[in-house]
Every structure is written in C-alpha cells, then in structure tokens.
C-alpha cells in the first residue's frame, strides 16, 4: 500500500544556506508520526517543505502517491495538507471567527458547509465559543493554539502537520492540546508532530523520526526510540523534559 | 463667518472625500504588499482624462464617464501588477518595483504630455453649474455627486472588506502572507484583486477630481502628493485611519485657502504630517498589538 505521505532525499536550503540533507520519511493513513530534534536541528524547516512553504532543491514529496514536489502551499492545503505552524500565527486582527473562516476557505462556496464546521469546531474547543468576535490576537497563548488547531481543521485535511503544539504554554493547558491531538487522529485524520518535548511527542505518536543538525539520525517505532540510547540521553533526562515544558525557546 | 466656515468644511469634505479614495488605493496594496505603486498619480490622471473624453463622446453623460475611467483604473491596476510587481516579487528585490513604478509614471506623464498638450483641459460636467442654495451656502450638484459616490465607494470596499471572503483573505495576506497561503489562499490572485481595487478606485476618483483640479497631464501628482500624506497620518494599512485623515487633509486645505492663503497648504498639510510621525508614527488609530501570553 502506498503511504499517505512519503519524503524521498529531500535536500532544504534557505537562500544558499543548506539547513537538512537527505531527509526521508514517510507517513502511514491514520498515523501519528514525530519528527523530535533539539532546537535548529531543522525540525520546522522539513515541515515548511511538506507544507509547501519551502521549495526544496532536491528530492520529492508524494501525497496519496501524486508527486507534490513543486505544489504551491495553497494547492496542497486543497489537496489535504494543513501546517499550524511554529509560534501559532493566528491572524491577529481578524476575529476568532474569520480565523476559522478562513481556514475553511477552500469551500467557500458553501456556505453551509463552513458553518457547520465552526460549529463542530465550537463543539471541539468551547472556549473559542465564547471568544467568537473577538479579535484573535487577544486571545491567550493557549486559546490561541486551539483556533490555529481548529483553524487547520476547517480545511478537512488528511495530514495535519503540527510545529510545536506545547511551545510556551503551561503544563495543564499542554496536556488538553495533546488529548485533543490524539481525538482527531481517531477520528481518522493523520499527523505529523514535531515537538520538543520528546516525551509528549513519543507518547502520542507511533513512530519516530530523530533529526540532529539537519539530518536524520535514528527512527522507529516510538517504543524503540524511548530505549534508543542516543534519544534518552539527548532528549529524556530530566534536565530537557523541564527545559521542554518550561523554558519558552526562540525559534 | 458661520457661512463661511460651514461653506468651506462642505468643499473641504468634497475634496478630502475624493482624497480618501486616492489614499484608500494606496493603503490597500501597501498592505498586501508592503510596497508602493507611484503610477497610482496617473492612473489618477487617466481616469480623469478618461472621464473627460468619454462624457463628451458620450454628448454629456457624465456617469458614462465615471463608469470608463473606473474600468480604465482596474486595466491599468491589472497591467501594473502583472507587468511590474509580479514578476519582479519572484526576485524578492524590494526596491525595483518602487523605481520600476517611478519610471512607468514619467513615462505615463510624457506620453499623456505629447498627446494631450501641457494647457489645462476646463472639464465642466453637466452638474457643473447647478447651483442649490442652503441660506448663504452654495453647493453644485458636481459637489452633491462627489460626496453620494465617495461615500457608496467607501462603503461598498469596506462591506467588502469587512464581510466577503475574499475581503477578509485580503486582510489575512496584509497581517501574513506565508499563513495566508497555508489557509488555500493564493496569495498572487488577491495580490493582484488588490490592485485592481485600488486603481479602479483611483481611476473612479480621477473622474470626479478631473473637474475640480487643473486637468493637466500632471494632475494626478499633486493628488497623490496629499494621499501619501494621509496614508501616513492614518497610519499605513489602515483604513478607518485612512479615511479621518483624508477628510482633514481635505479642510485642511479649504479652510487654510480661506484663510491663509492656498500657497501655504502644503505646508500646512506636511507639518501636520510631520507632527503626527513625531507625536504618533503609528498613525492616528493604532491597531493595538496586545502580547501573545
Ligand atoms: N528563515 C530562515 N532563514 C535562514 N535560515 C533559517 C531560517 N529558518 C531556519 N533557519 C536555519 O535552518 C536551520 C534549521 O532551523 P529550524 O528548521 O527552524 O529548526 P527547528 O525547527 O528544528 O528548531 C537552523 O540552522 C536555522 O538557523
Ligand atoms: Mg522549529
């Protein structure tokens, strides 16, 4: 069978600075996959090519087994690709509303469709209810990653790639974001989650895929990976679980 | 005096309203685009000239005239875009659209200079003449015609704006591009509607202006001018900014007529420009940025 998503040699550079070599991965229909990395190890960068964003200057992404290499972002995301990315870009000055709106936009031409799906949206996060006309960027840091989640919904994607749901928010509110996570890929959507809190990242996804300073250095199954060595030390000991769940990083 | 004073605001509105339509161009693309159109003074130009020839084809139907400089406008919006802006965005080079732009309009300005002549062209519209009196204030149909159409513009782009789609995916690619395009959106195609918006605007406000300014080939420059002032002062990008500003540009201008003398509007206007950037360089209301928790 074909994978939902497959990454062949991807070769990423930004300008003439090369950030990943040789990336492969692969995503299964139905899975929860993570890609973990310390900081700059080019976590974000391989989610902005499968999302589009970045143009990669070798290798080939295929999606549903069409080859997707050169796709601009707006025709992936028709296709069923959605990125929340890194720091949750909500549109600030739009309403919480419009926001969702917006991520619905490939069906703007119906109308009754889009409603629904806010209100299903509304069902899934009942804060955002309450905040329906407010600007979205006086939302707090958390509610903020529930509208960019939902926002990402609204589209109906079949891959929702995830960049560092848990950044800079508070244990508590962390814990809702996953459960969340893991409700919409049982309800048959599938993720791709780079995180750096490794332990919520290995817990919620099935496989991995380990990134050190752009290149792929270990994956497997997220069972293997938590007594893989390497990964332990790097990302399990105590001192990075805290670092992961406290310290907001800068991008 | 009272007269006065209230005869003056309603030709400084008349005017200030057509400079909101010019400024309401430039903010719109500046927003999607973070750049600046100086071509939009002669679309301005065109629109007018447009206007003039097309009423008198037309044997004094004025809204014929509207009507072509406004589709006029959207033309030239929709070449200056795919010609210049696109094209040169893929070099991510921000300054050669600017001097590209620059160069478009002298040459716009030369070509109209040899087909038209540098003597003014008297654009008198059929409500030219038709004078209403309201006690001691007088006041054209042209001026009635101006304010209903400004107005309709104003309100038809910002319901646009405010409750289309496409509206708000124009506001979504002014906040963020790069999100923008992960939503679906096409960031070039409202790139592109932005334009057109813009220069039919200012192409519409060109056939309105044609009658009231001294209709040269260099006509649009003197308005583009006061426009670059208010988008300032109303903070760029932003649209209800935008329109305060311009309507005080605009009494500006009548009343320091009035009063002082025409020779000192500039002066006026670009002193007020420079103490709203010393007092407030985010423009007279400035969207609240509150911190991300
Ligand atoms: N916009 C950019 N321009 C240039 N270099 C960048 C840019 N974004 C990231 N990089 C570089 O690419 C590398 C990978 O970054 P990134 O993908 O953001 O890492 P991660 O998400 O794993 O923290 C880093 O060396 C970073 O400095
Ligand atoms: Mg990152």
């Known amino acids: ?251 | 005096m009272l007269t006065v004073i209230l005869q003056q605001g309603i030709n400084g509105v008349v005017v200030g309203s057509l400079y909101v339509l010019v400024a309401l161009g430039l903010t719109l693309i500046y927003g999607v685009l973070v750049q600046i159109n100086f071509a939009h003074a002669d679309i301005v130009t065109l629109g007018a000239f447009t206007a003039y020839f097309v009423t008198h084809l037309f044997s004094g139907n004025y809204f014929a005239g509207i009507a072509a400089a406004l589709i006029v406008g959207a033309i030239l919006g929709w070449l200056v875009n795919a010609v210049i802006f696109a094209p040169l965005r893929e070099r991510a080079n921000e300054l050669l659209p600017l001097i590209a732009t620059i160069g478009v309009s002298i040459t716009l300005q030369n070509v109209m200079l040899v087909l038209l002549g540098p003597i003014p062209y008297a654009f008198d519209t059929p409500y030219s003449n038709n004078v209403i009196r309201f006690g001691g204030i007088f006041l054209t149909m042209q001026s009635v015609l101006i304010i209903m159409m400004s107005t309709i513009a104003i309100g038809l782009l910002y319901a646009f704006m405010k409750f289309t789609i496409l509206g708000k995916a124009l506001r979504a690619v002014s906040q963020d591009r790069e999100t923008a395009a992960l939503m679906g959106i096409n960031p070039n195609q409202l790139i592109m509607l932005a334009f057109v918006i813009a220069s039919a605007l200012a192409g519409m406000s060109g056939a309105m202006l044609g009658p009231v300014l001294v209709l040269t080939p260099f006509a649009g420059t003197t308005v583009i001018v006061k426009a670059f002032a208010i988008v300032i002062i109303g903070g760029f990008g932003n649209v209800e900014g935008t329109i305060i500003a311009g309507l005080i540009v605009g009494l500006i201008e009548s009343y320091t007529t009035q009063f002082l003398d025409p020779g000192l509007i500039d002066i006026v206007v670009f002193a007020l420009l420079l103490l709203m950037l010393a007092v407030r360089p985010t423009g007279l209301i400035a969207e609240k940025r509150e911190e991300n928790v």
């Open chain 1, 1 to 251: 069978m074909t994978p939902l998503f497959a990454a062949e040699g991807l070769e990423l550079a930004y300008g003439q600075v090369p950030a990943c070599r040789n990336i492969s991965f692969h995503v299964e229909e139905g899975e929860v996959v993570t890609l973990i990395g310390a900081n700059g190890a080019g976590k974000s960068t391989t989610l902005r090519a499968v999302a589009g964003a970045l143009i990669p200057r070798a290798g080939s992404m295929r999606f549903h087994g069409r080859d997707i290499t050169r796709l601009r972002p707006d025709e992936r995301t028709n296709l069923g690709i959605a990125l929340v990315p890194e720091g949750r870009h909500v549109f600030p000055f739009l309403t919480v509303r419009e926001n969702l709106e917006l991520g619905g936009f490939k069906f703007r031409k119906e109308s009754t469709r889009v409603r629904t799906l806010i209100e299903q949206m509304f069902a899934m996060f009942p804060r955002l209810r309450a905040r329906a006309s407010q600007n979205a960027g006086t939302l707090s840091g958390g509610e903020q990653q529930m509208l960019v989640l939902g926002r990402a919904m609204m589209s109906e994607p079949r891959l929702l790639c995830l960049d560092e749901p848990s950044l800079g928010l508070a244990p508590l509110v962390v814990q809702d974001i996953f459960r969340t996570i893991r409700s919409i890929n049982a309800a048959g959507t599938s993720v791709l989650l780079v995180e750096q809190n490794a332990r919520y990242a290995l817990e919620t996804a099935s496989r991995g895929y380990v990134l050190q300073t752009g290149s792929i250095i270990v994956s497997g199954s997220c069972s293997a990976l938590k007594q893989d060595e390497r990964v332990h030390q790097a990302y399990l000991g105590r001192a990075a679980v805290a670092a992961g769940s406290q310290v907001p990083v800068s991008p």
